[in-house]
């Protein structure tokens, strides 16, 4: 079958090519009789192999804006492009398989199965993948080559996180696209999460987008995207950028 949704990657280019473009997106919920705009008005631009970390009080839309950029939601309107493809005019099917070969989700909640090991559980991402990472090769990224036939209840919380990033990174994606990954999980442990998304980041070349309500994770970052009430507050570029072991929260 040939993929509707075109390789946009661009290596000749001097300048990092454009991974998402939108304009004017917004998103409105009908809760019964009141209507919800969950985003009001979005222009945005996301670059390859930057990392994004999205701040924002609960209801300033940072999860509804990952969700439309990773295909889980459509918006109510605007546009969405990745590369030169519209995913706005996507049917659920063709959502359906760029969400499998184009981008890679973690979540704060883990959402393995229990009775898989950890080997186990990445694989099961790699046998539905076009050009898949060995689960081995993805669970070395993340520093778990020790505990890849252990069982989730077998591992920390951090740990359980981690697998869950080789997971989503085993398919190759382009982008990675992160919701409160470090949530559930401690500062130190926290910290051990973020270095893996921050070597996926630096070694595979991942377009990364972190959403958190820790702003101290914004240090980390390229880029800051601030999001109030719907609507993006600023956008700041990050010129000194810390490693995760020198954030504190």
């Known amino acids: 079958m040939t993929n509707p949704v075109s390789d946009t990657s661009n290596p000749t280019h001097s300048s990092p090519a454009v991974v998402f473009e939108t304009h004017d997106v917004t998103k409105t919920y009908q809760m019964g009789e009141v209507e919800v705009r969950a985003l009001r008005g979005i222009d945005l631009e996301l670059y390859e192999g930057e990392f994004v970390v999205m701040l924002g009080p609960s209801g300033s839309g940072k999860s509804t804006l990952l969700n439309i950029l990773g295909g889980l939601d459509v918006p109510s309107s605007g546009t969405v492009r990745y590369g030169d493809t519209d995913l706005s005019t996507f049917n659920e099917s063709v959502l359906t398989q760029y969400r499998r070969e184009h981008v890679g989700f973690v979540f704060q909640f883990y959402n393995l199965i229990p009775s898989l090991t950890a080997r186990e559980n ?18 070395k990224l993340v520093e778990l080559s020790d505990r890849m036939d252990h069982f989730p209840a077998q591992l920390s919380g951090g740990e359980q996180q981690r697998v869950a990033i080789a997971r989503a990174i085993a398919k190759r994606p382009r982008v990675l696209l992160c919701d409160e990954p470090t949530g559930a999980l401690d500062i130190r442990t926290g910290i051990v999460v973020l270095e893996a998304l921050a070597k996926v980041n630096r070694e595979l070349g991942t377009t990364t987008v972190v959403i958190t309500h820790n702003v101290a994770i914004a240090d980390m970052a390229d880029r800051v995207i601030r999001l109030s009430d719907g609507m993006i507050a600023s956008i700041e570029g990050n ?6 072991s020198e954030l504190s929260w």
């Open 239 to 244: 010129p000194h950028k810390k490693s995760p």
């Open 122 to 139: 990445v694989a099961l991402v790699t046998e539905i993948s076009s050009q898949p990472l060995a689960p081995e090769e993805a669970l």
